[in-house]
T-cell receptor, first 113, second 115 residues
Framework: AQSVTQLGSHVSVSEGALVLLRCNYS??????LFWYVQYPNQGLQLLLK????ATLVKGINGFEAEFKKSETSFHLTKPSAHMSDAAEYFC???????????WGAGTKLIIKP | DAGVTQSPTHLIKTRGQQVTLRCSPK?????VSWYQQALGQGPQFIFQ???????QRGNFPDRFSGHQFPNYSSELNVNALLLGDSALYLC??????????????FGSGTRLTVV
């Protein structure tokens, strides 16, 4: 069975500081991995995805994530936080193309001025 | 190019009632998936429709049912509503043979409150 663990329900960083949101997964098969962002009262927007190509994946809004098979991790980073990055971030895993997504519980990113 | 459209945006129902939620997929997409997101939690997969058939189903009771129409739009029906059904219901559309490369496109959801 697949599962996703996001470490930290809330992460607080200062504007301009590094953002690091952690995601660990378990999967019996090579996974597809996704990061989505959700702004208040809105749906989910795809930030980036890993689909067995390059292990370092670049997404929108300056975010990137690195797939590390040995650590079963797919952490999301951004070099410099902006106030507009304040939102909830979800990591998700899928075992096959177009298969259901299994989601983490989410991490709320708080940006301090 | 319209994205995924869901209606209604908000809904209040009484326990025991039935509800129908609607979803129009992104133009060019042929697959619709439904997710339930309870407050403060990640989404939970309900089911997926492709070619007007339910292709995958999550761990939800039979009170949850759906339909996909020839134009790829979809409905989610929930019977005998419980207080625990209160959640944001998200519709996601995709293209069956290209999902890994393109991902899912989500609608803004329908907020269902059961009282």
């Amino acid at each position: 069975a697949q599962s996703v663990t996001q470490l930290g329900s809330h992460v607080s960083v200062s504007e301009g500081a590094l953002v690091l949101l952690r995601c660990n997964y378990s999967s019996s098969v090579p996974p597809y991995l996704f990061w989505y962002v959700q702004y208040p009262n809105q749906g989910l927007q795809l930030l980036l995805k890993y689909t067995s190509a390059a292990t370092l994946v670049k997404g929108i809004n300056g975010f990137e994530a690195e797939f590390k098979k040995s650590e079963t991790s797919f952490h999301l980073t951004k070099p410099s936080a902006h106030m507009s990055d304040a939102a909830e971030y979800f990591c998700a895993v899928s075992m096959d193309s177009n298969y259901q997504l299994i989601w983490g519980a989410g991490t709320k990113l708080i940006i301090k001025p | 190019d319209a994205g995924v459209t869901q209606s209604p945006t908000h809904l209040i129902k009484t326990r025991g009632q039935q509800v129908t939620l609607r979803c129009s997929p992104k133009s060019g997409h042929d697959t619709v998936s439904w997710y339930q997101q309870a407050l403060g939690q990640g989404p939970q997969f309900i089911f997926q429709y492709y070619e007007e058939e339910e292709r995958q189903r999550g761990n939800f009771p039979d009170r949850f049912s759906g339909h996909q129409f020839p134009n790829y739009s979809s409905e989610l029906n929930v019977n005998a509503l419980l207080l625990g059904d209160s959640a944001l219901y998200l519709c996601a559309s995709s293209l069956m043979d290209r999902t890994p490369n393109y991902g899912y496109t989500f609608g803004s959801g329908t907020r269902l409150t059961v009282v």
